[in-house]
């Protein structure tokens, strides 16, 4: 009997087999945690890129994409980058990165204020939504949270996508022209966003 062989196309078809909502909430929950680190990732390449470690700053960039976001690997650049692209990417990428702590701090509320409400809210309810019982209080709060997280998580699914096109850049290939004024955008719409906020609480 012949020995069966991996087929690399068959197990391409497998996982793009997969339902719908399984590789939405795979590519949520990867775009999560790839935003999440958007920030320490970009501090560390501000300070070790002047110090002569742009390849290495853009090797790491190169390596986040592919592993959090599973993306699949580039081919090795004709040319390493340049001092200057990697601290122009470095800025954009500060810049998404304290975009997407608006929606994480939306995910992180509807942990504590949705799911976790009647456990962090010892009450009384009786003027909270769904009061004045801790049950009803409990589903109304987590209801409400619900769409917010959804829009939450779609928003880390579009700024990991910027950013990830944004790296492809360093490695010589030819963005969009969209591209940077989107990044910029994102920013000041999110800067936008985060002074309405603070003037509502």
């Known amino acids: ?8 196309a068959n197990s391409a078809a497998r996982s793009t087999g997969r339902s719908l909502p399984y590789r939405m909430s795979r590519l949520a ?13 970009t501090l560390l390449a501000l300070v070790t890129t002047p110090l002569g470690g742009a390849g290495a700053v853009a090797a790491r ?25 990697v601290l122009g990417h470095a800025l954009l990428s500060l810049l998404l990165g304290a975009v997407a702590l608006l929606p ?12 976790l409400y009647g456990v962090v ?4 309810y009786d003027h909270s939504w769904g009061g004045p019982t801790r049950a009803g209080a409990w589903l109304a709060h987590f209801l ?3 769409p917010l997280a959804a829009a939450g998580l779609a928003a880390l699914i579009g700024i990991a996508a910027v950013h990830q096109r944004l790296t492809r850049r360093l490695d010589g290939e030819r963005g969009p022209l969209w591209l940077i004024p ?20």
């Open 121 to 124: 809210d010892s009450g009384p």
């Open 29 to 41: 929950g990867r775009s999560l945690v790839y935003c999440a680190t958007l920030i320490p990732v």
């Open 1 to 8: 009997m012949p020995a069966v062989t991996a087929n690399p």
């Open 61 to 85: 960039w190169r390596s986040l994409r592919t592993g959090l976001l599973g993306m699949p690997p580039t081919s090795v650049p004709a040319r390493r980058p340049g001092i200057f692209a």
């Open 182 to 201: 989107t990044a910029l955008l994102m920013a000041l719409a999110g800067a936008l966003l985060f002074v309405a906020w603070t003037h509502q609480i």
């Open 144 to 146: 409400v949270g619900l």
């Open 104 to 115: 994480l701090g939306v995910e992180l509320l509807m942990v504590l204020r949705g799911v």
